[in-house]
T-cell receptor
Framework: NAGVTQTPKFQVLKTGQSMTLQCAQD?????MSWYRQDPGMGLRLIHY???????DQGEVPNGYNVSRSTTEDFPLRLLSAAPSQTSVYFC??????????????FGQGTRLTVV | GNSVTQMEGPVTLSEEAFLTINCTYT??????LFWYVQYPGEGLQLLLK?????DKGSNKGFEATYRKETTSFHLEKGSVQVSDSAVYFC?????????FGAGTRLTVKP
């Protein structure tokens, strides 16, 4: 049982480049989300999805796009990378969204550096 | 808006010491409260949760009680082990939104 799989694990981008962070889950969870983790700030919600075809913004959505064409996949796109987007990115999934009685499962993270 | 404040670290304890990590929250409505743990190089793992006032979450010797009157969800463990060394995050969930505290790094020395 793979759980939540994120790729790549590490990435270095130049300012202005675009890229997509991949996230896939095999637990048939409806709710998926993306967070960024910065020192001293905990995790902050970027975007989330409550099901295929439905996405919404979280606390810090600017500079990021998402889509949810299938239940399993929830990619995060950086359209024009900026140094302020240097961070560790985590994808998570759960059967339902907060408040929830079911556990959220996190991927192992993608460490992104924008130079 | 909703927010979580947890005590700053780092916290360094000797093995078998008592642990408390303070967490307070601000929220409208009826959020769920969580403690997550992050080991080096890994994603977060759920440690325990409480979904309504006066609920006590517990797991692996850790406990936290959802106190609506003090808006708190403090994490406690009676006797920590070296293997408990990690970063601990308090979190609040409501309206499809999760808010995390800044995290507290715990180091337990033998």
């Amino acid at each position: 049982n793979a759980g939540v799989t994120q790729t790549p694990k590490f990435q270095v981008l130049k300012t202005g480049q675009s890229m997509t962070l991949q996230c896939a889950q095999d637990m048939n969870h409806e709710y998926m989300s993306w967070y960024r983790q910065d020192p001293g700030m905990g995790l902050r919600l970027i975007h989330y999805s409550v099901g295929a075809g439905i996405t919404d913004q979280g606390e810090v959505p600017n500079g990021y796009n998402v889509s949810r064409s299938t239940t399993e996949d929830f990619p995060l796109r950086l359209l024009s990378a900026a140094p302020s987007q240097t961070s560790v990115y985590f994808c998570a999934s759960s059967y339902e969204g907060p408040p929830m009685n079911t556990e959220a499962f996190f991927g192992q993270g993608t460490r992104l550096t924008v130079v | 808006g909703n927010s979580v404040t947890q005590m700053e670290g780092p916290v360094t304890l000797s093995e078998e010491a008592f642990l408390t990590i303070n967490c307070t929250y601000t929220a409208t409505g009826y959020p769920s409260l969580f403690w997550y743990v992050q080991y080096p190089g890994e994603g977060l793992q759920l440690l325990l949760k409480a979904t309504k006032a006066d609920d006590k979450g517990s797991n692996k010797g850790f406990e936290a009680t959802y106190r609506k009157e003090t808006t708190s969800f403090h994490l406690e463990k009676g006797s920590v082990q070296v293997s408990d060394s990690a970063v601990y995050f308090c979190a609040l969930g409501a309206d499809n939104d999760m808010r995390f505290g800044a995290g507290t790094r715990l180091t337990v020395k033998p």
